[in-house]
């Protein structure tokens, strides 16, 4: 399959609408189109412009971020949740390259991954390379509406991970995050939250930890226990 050629044609559709010639953007210094919050900047310049994802392999992004100490994060973590050793469903919100959900996959071959991002090209990028797809479910989904086109996955999910998304989301669609977890996961379910917080320009609502936790907690998660690297586990 020609990933260049996929991501070429993402592109032309979405900078150009029918009949309309190409509009220039403004660009910051770096080349990167302005950030607006939208599932365009994300197609466009994050996961393309940014990451590189019509060019790289999964291996090539992989590797840089298990490098960066990614992957050692995570499962730091993850020695401190208790998994039972039989099927699971596992969502993961905003799944960008799919990295969490691959780790995942990898260390519980048990799991089913449902993961899904508003970013075209996240996701063509997560349908391309995803290496464990027999056991993932993976679609263009917004975090204000949790749901497969037949299903509407209440109480649903066994365990979900919403890792270095919440920083990146408008106060209302953060908010409305919030109930939509909780309405697919199943009672007992848990959730592994962390809010990212380096300055970047995307990172819209980076929040005091106590408020990120009372928000959770006032929807009606329990917090089970504080993690390492301000991860923490609810449960609903
Ligand atoms: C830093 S990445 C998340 C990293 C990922 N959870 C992981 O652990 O590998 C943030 C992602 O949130 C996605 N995103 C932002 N707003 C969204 C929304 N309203 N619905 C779904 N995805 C969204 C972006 O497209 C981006 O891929």
């Known amino acids: 399959m020609n990933i260049a050629r996929i991501f070429k044609g993402i592109k032309r559709r979405m900078s150009r609408s029918p009949g309309q ?15 607006v919050y939208s599932q365009e900047w994300y197609d466009q310049s994050y996961h393309i412009g940014r990451v590189g994802v019509d060019h790289r392999t999964f291996e090539d992004v992989r590797d840089q971020y298990e490098t960066a100490g990614y992957h050692r994060r995570l499962n730091r973590v993850l020695d401190r949740v208790r998994i039972p050793d039989k099927p699971i469903k596992w969502l993961e919100v905003g799944c960008h390259l799919g990295l969490t959900a691959y780790w995942i996959a990898e260390r519980f071959p048990q799991a089913h991954l449902y993961m899904f991002d508003f970013s075209i090209s996240s996701i063509t990028w997560c349908k391309t390379w995803f290496p464990y797809k027999l056991r993932a479910t993976i679609w263009e989904g917004n975090v204000e509406n949790i749901c497969l086109p037949n299903d509407s996955l209440d109480n649903f999910f066994d365990f979900a991970t919403c890792i270095d998304v919440t920083e990146h989301l408008p106060e209302s669609t953060y908010q409305k995050m919030i109930l939509e977890l909780l309405r697919v996961l199943k009672i007992g379910g848990s959730l592994i939250l962390m809010q990212g917080n380096t300055p970047n320009v995307e990172h819209i609502h980076i929040l005091a930890e106590d408020r990120l936790v009372s928000d959770f907690w006032s929807a009606g998660f329990k917090l089970v226990k504080k993690l390492p ?6 449960r609903k």
């Open 21 to 35: 010639e190409m509009v220039a953007k403004p660009s910051t210094p770096s080349g990167e189109d302005a950030f």
């Open 229 to 234: 690297d301000r991860y923490y586990l609810f």
